[in-house]
């Protein structure tokens, strides 16, 4: 028998396969996409949650010159942690989250001094760093 016979007997079986082929294929790249997903949306809520624990902090240390509840220590464990989160996120937030890490680093011992400028500094990295997780979660699919 040749092959062209072959293929006009079996064409039914040789389409249901490329259809089960072609669908198995695109099951696991959605798989792999929406596990991808939940792993950008739960770090950038988590992310989220820590900007605002720090915020807390540096006003806290601030405004209230409160250094057991404002202090540089938790100030330190939730920037790094926000880094390491920023991991999972897009480029730019891994940028935005080094550059925190950075004016946190400059700004931190000013806070509760007679210097307004500390605590502007990190405002603007915590809000950048907020806008720019925010805007990666909108994007997902």
Do not use: C, P
Not at 41 to 47: L, P, Q
Request: glycine share 6%.
């Amino acid at each position: 028998m040749k092959i062209s016979e072959q293929i006009k007997q079996n064409s039914l079986a040789i389409i249901s396969l490329l259809v089960a082929f072609s669908a198995l294929g695109y099951n696991t790249w959605r798989n792999e996409k929406s596990e991808s997903n939940r792993n950008i949306r739960t770090a950038g809520f988590e992310i989220i949650m820590h900007v605002g624990e720090l915020q807390k902090i540096a006003y806290l240390s601030h405004f209230e010159k409160d250094n057991y509840q404002g202090s540089a220590r938790g100030g330190w464990t939730e920037v790094l942690l926000i880094k390491d989160l920023s991991h999972l996120m897009s480029d730019i937030t891994l940028e935005k989250s080094e550059k925190l890490v950075t004016i946190w680093g400059e700004n931190w011992q000013k806070l509760g001094k007679d210097n307004e400028f500390s605590v502007a500094e990190i405002d603007g990295a915590l809000h950048k760093l907020r806008t720019t997780v925010l805007a990666n979660m909108k994007q997902l699919d």
